[in-house]
C-alpha cells in the first residue's frame, strides 16, 4: 500500500475541493481493499451516486467515503441529517471509510467505521441555514465518532503506519454478528462496549462495569434488571471474543491490532 497520492492527477483543478476528491479517491481504488474479505481493488460505484462511492465484488460490502487534510478528530461533516438518519435505519447504509492526510499528500489515518455501528445517537443535527442562505431551511449533520465503541473503529492505517491485513480482516469480522440484533439488542451491546472502553485500565471487573448502572437506567427507564442486561451483554462480547474472561469478575479488552 502506498501511502502517496497521485498527485499529477490534480493537474488542471483549480478548486481544493475537487483536487482533494480526486485524489483520495483514486488512492483508495488503486490501493485499498475490502475489509471483510481482503478482495482486491474495490471497485468505484458511477458518479455522483447518493449512497456509496464503493463496492466489492466479492462480498457485497458497500463503501462511503469521508476525507480531510489535518489531524484525526472526532467529529465529521456529512449531508443532509433527514437523509442520513434515513439511511442507518435502512439498509441501504454502507460502511464508512475515513481518511485523513498531510498538507504534502500523503495518508495518514485510513480506518473504517461498519455500518452497524451507525446509530442516531451518533448523528448530531447541525442549525438550520438562515432564510438568506442559498439554501435556505437546509439542515445538515455531523457524525461523531467519539461515540463509536473502539471495536467499531478498525484502522487500515493509524499514524503512517500499516496495519496488517488479516488483522483488519478480523477486526471488521467479529462485529458481523450485530447486523442479526433487533435495535434494542444491538443498542444494549453498544452500549456495554461504549461503557467497557470508559474503564482506562486494560483489564476490569464486573463491579466496574456495575457503575455505568445510573447512566444506563436513564437511557432504559423501564429496565428494572440494569445488572442482569450487563452480565448478558458481557457475555455475549465474551463469546464474540471482543473481551476475554479471566476468572472471578475479571475481564480484559482485546485490542484488535495486537491479534
Known amino acids: ?26 488512492w483508495v481504488k488503486e490501493n485499498s481493499y475490502c475489509p471483510c474479505c481482503g478482495e482486491i481493488p474495490l471497485n468505484e460505484f458511477e458518479n455522483n451516486r447518493p449512497v456509496a462511492d464503493f463496492y466489492c465484488k466479492k462480498c457485497n460490502e458497500e463503501f462511503e467515503l469521508k476525507s480531510k ?3 484525526f478528530s472526532n467529529t465529521i461533516n456529512d449531508g443532509a441529517y433527514s437523509k442520513m438518519i434515513e439511511r442507518i435505519n435502512s439498509n441501504q447504509n454502507p460502511n464508512f471509510f475515513f481518511l485523513t492526510y498531510s498538507n504534502n499528500w500523503s495518508v495518514e489515518n485510513f480506518l473504517i467505521i461498519p455500518k452497524q455501528f451507525f446509530t442516531s445517537e451518533i448523528i448530531i443535527k447541525r442549525k438550520q441555514l438562515s432564510d438568506t442562505a442559498r439554501r435556505a431551511g437546509w ?3 455531523n ?11 478498525v484502522f487500515l492505517v493509524k499514524d503512517s503506519k500499516l496495519i496488517d491485513r488479516k488483522i483488519v480482516e478480523i477486526a471488521f469480522n467479529k462485529t458481523l454478528f450485530l447486523r442479526e440484533k433487533s435495535t434494542n439488542s444491538k443498542g444494549w451491546i453498544l452500549d456495554i462496549m461504549t461503557c467497557v472502553d470508559l474503564i482506562k485500565t486494560e483489564t476490569f471487573t ?25 452480565r448478558q451483554q458481557l457475555q455475549v462480547l465474551r463469546d464474540k471474543g471482543i473481551i476475554e474472561f479471566v ?6 479488552k482485546i485490542k484488535y491490532e495486537t491479534i
Open 69 to 71: 487534510n489535518g489531524k
Open 143 to 153: 457524525i461523531d465518532i467519539s461515540n463509536i465503541a473502539e471495536a467499531g473503529k
Open 247 to 252: 476468572g472471578r469478575g475479571n475481564y480484559k
Open 206 to 230: 464486573l463491579d466496574d462495569v456495575y457503575k455505568f448502572e445510573n447512566k444506563l437506567k436513564l437511557k432504559y427507564p423501564s429496565n428494572n434488571f440494569i445488572k442482569d442486561k450487563i
Open 1 to 26: 500500500m502506498n501511502l502517496n497520492f497521485n498527485t499529477k492527477l490534480a493537474e488542471g483543478y483549480s478548486s481544493n475541493s475537487q483536487i482533494a476528491r480526486v485524489l483520495t479517491e483514486n
Open 139 to 141: 439542515i445538515g449533520c
